[in-house]
């Protein structure tokens, strides 16, 4: 007498491309997880080097302005401030911080780029106070405000 065994070892061609078609799709989308979180990683270092160096020349200016002589700080359109300095290594020279209006250019400080790919610099002053704001064309819609409180000679 014969005996058949029914149990066959193995996968029958149908299993294996549906696990081969499950396989590829899940690589589709791990690779496209992948992508965009690369893609959004770089975006934020990008946007946090651009935020730092904004702060550094915002930290220049205040510091060029807290030692404005009194009645010296003139602004011009918005753009262009001058002032005379009573920063001790520096009493009575003629400082002046521009930007020349149109977006991706530079910030200058005494003529020397202070910040590349500026889209907005605008400058006021009060009495007491000046005020400063700065974006950067790689970051737009983060704006960067800060007021400065000259010490004004006695």
């Not at 009645?71 to 290594?89: K, M």
């Not at 009575?92 to 020397?112: F, K, M, V, Y």
Request: glycine fraction near 6%.
């Amino acid at each position: 007498m014969k005996i058949h065994c029914q149990n066959r070892a193995g996968f029958t061609l149908i299993e294996v491309v549906a696990v081969l078609a499950l396989t590829g799709i899940s690589l589709v989308f791990t690779a496209m997880l992948l992508e965009t979180s690369t893609k959004i990683f770089i975006s934020s270092k990008d946007a946090a080097e651009d935020s730092q160096k904004i702060q550094v020349a915002m930290n220049r200016l205040v510091k060029e302005l807290t030692f404005a002589s009194a009645g010296t700080v003139v602004v011009t359109d918005g753009r262009t401030v001058q002032w005379t300095s009573s920063h001790p290594e520096r009493v009575g020279a003629a400082e002046i911080a521009t930007w020349d209006g149109s977006s991706g250019s530079n910030l200058t400080l005494q003529g020397a780029a202070l910040l590349d790919n500026i889209s907005l610099f605008t400058i006021s002053s009060t009495a007491d106070t000046i005020t400063i704001t700065l974006r950067s064309t790689q970051s737009e819609g983060v704006t960067h405000t800060t007021i400065v409180h000259p010490r004004y000679d006695q």
